[in-house]
């Protein structure tokens, strides 16, 4: 079955937030990390370290969800980052991310 995934990447804590959605969360993270895309928002501002995500079954609650939370406070949006991740850790840190088979 196929996942969906709302995240959120900084670029430090308390810093610059970017909230996006994807049905996979290894492959986009890698493309942020690497800035495959070097004019989009999260390479101009170096948002790199994913610091929070939910897990959805499907596409289009995951959509409302990114929906709901772009129209968040930035104050909600650190509380839900930090009830998770109180050091704003990247959580990728312990993941196999495999750098040399990036799909694009």
């Avoid at 804590?13 to 990390?33: A, C, F, Q």
């Avoid at 790199?48 to 897990?55: G, I, Q």
């Avoid at 995951?62 to 929906?67: D, M, P, T, Y």
Wanted: proline residues 3%; neutral net charge; hydrophobic residues 35%.
């Amino acid at each position: 079955m196929k996942h969906w995934y709302v995240y959120i990447m900084t670029n430090r804590p308390n810093g610059v937030l970017y909230i996006g959605v994807t049905d996979s969360i290894d492959e986009r993270v890698k493309e942020h990390k690497l800035k495959v895309y070097p004019k989009a928002f999260t390479a101009r501002y170096n948002c790199d370290k994913l610091v929070y995500f939910e897990e959805f079954e499907n596409g289009s609650e995951a959509e409302i969800r990114e929906r709901q939370f772009k129209k968040w406070k930035r104050d909600w949006k650190i509380d839900l980052i930090e009830d998770m991740n109180p050091n704003w850790i990247d959580l990728t840190e312990n993941w196999n991310l495999n750098f040399n088979k990036l799909r694009i």
